[in-house]
Structure formats: structure tokens, C-alpha cells
């Protein structure tokens, strides 16, 4: 290598070092945004199988079928916060503030169908839908520093 290839290949160097670390940063946030919504959709997953496990056991004597308790939204929203709580760092407002907005339903009566989603259902079922903030704080410099995950997440007893 002559001495005059080092001077371009050093400047080569220099103007793409700092393109390859944005993308490199850009890439590890994304991939860190992707495991907070998996993390955020199983929490809301397990808040409707825990409420729709709290059955009305009078109804279920009296009947012999399946209803959820009558306090199936506020177990849904008590074990969203709870399981929220374990990601609490990476979001942008608290777990129980997140719970607070979320739109919890129980649909009981059955077949139903939701007016939110248009997800028809056969048993009775707990729902959740909530648009979560989380921190994302790479991008900041570029995007704003908080990004909306969108969970909807539904639960049945069978």
C-alpha cells in the first residue's frame, strides 16, 4: 500500500465511522423497542387471563357455565398495572397510569361483538386496549424521545 492510499482510506474511514454507528445504535434501539411491546403485550396478556380466571363461582354453581366476576375489569386493570411494573424504567409514564387510561371490557353476555376491535366472541371474554408510551431515548436526537406501542389483547375461559 503506497503512502498516499493511507491518507484516503483514513478519510474513507472518518466520514463512515460515525454513518455505521448511527446505524449500528439505530438498529440496537429498534431491536430494544421491538422486546418492550412483546414485553408489554404479555403483561396485558396475562392481566385478561388472570381476570378471566376470577369466576362468579355462584353463577357456576347455579348454572353450571362460565361468568366472569363482576370485578373482572378491575382484576383486569390491578394485574396490568402489576405486571407493568417490572418495566417500569422504559416507560414513559407510570404502570398505573398506564392502566388508568387503559380501555379494559368484559363482555359477559355472549356471542358478542366488540365494538372496538370487531372481534366477535363465544365465550366470555376479557379485553384490553391501550396505547402505551415508552422511552426511547437514542432516538431522541433525531425522533421524538417517547414512541407509542399499541397492545390489544383478549382472554377467554374454555
Do not use: C
Amino acid at each position: 500500500m503506497r503512502s498516499d492510499e493511507r491518507g484516503s482510506i483514513a478519510v474513507t474511514v472518518a466520514l463512515l465511522l460515525p454513518l455505521l454507528l448511527t446505524t449500528l445504535v439505530g438498529v440496537v434501539q429498534l431491536g430494544a423497542l421491538r422486546v418492550i411491546a412483546a414485553k408489554v403485550a404479555s403483561a396485558a396478556d396475562l392481566a385478561t387471563l388472570a381476570a378471566t380466571d376470577d369466576q362468579d363461582q355462584s353463577a357456576l354453581v347455579r348454572t353450571g357455565s362460565l361468568r366472569l366476576a363482576p370485578d373482572a375489569v378491575a382484576v383486569a386493570r390491578t394485574f396490568f398495572a402489576l405486571n407493568l411494573s417490572t418495566i417500569a424504567p422504559l416507560l414513559a409514564t407510570t404502570p398505573v397510569s398506564v392502566a388508568a387510561q387503559a380501555e379494559i371490557a368484559a363482555f359477559a353476555d355472549v356471542p358478542a361483538v366488540d365494538p372496538l376491535t370487531g372481534w366477535r366472541y363465544e365465550h366470555p371474554t376479557v379485553r384490553i386496549a391501550v396505547d402505551v408510551p415508552v422511552r426511547t431515548p437514542v432516538f431522541g436526537v433525531v425522533l421524538p424521545t417517547t414512541m407509542t406501542v399499541r397492545v390489544r389483547s383478549a382472554s377467554a375461559p374454555r
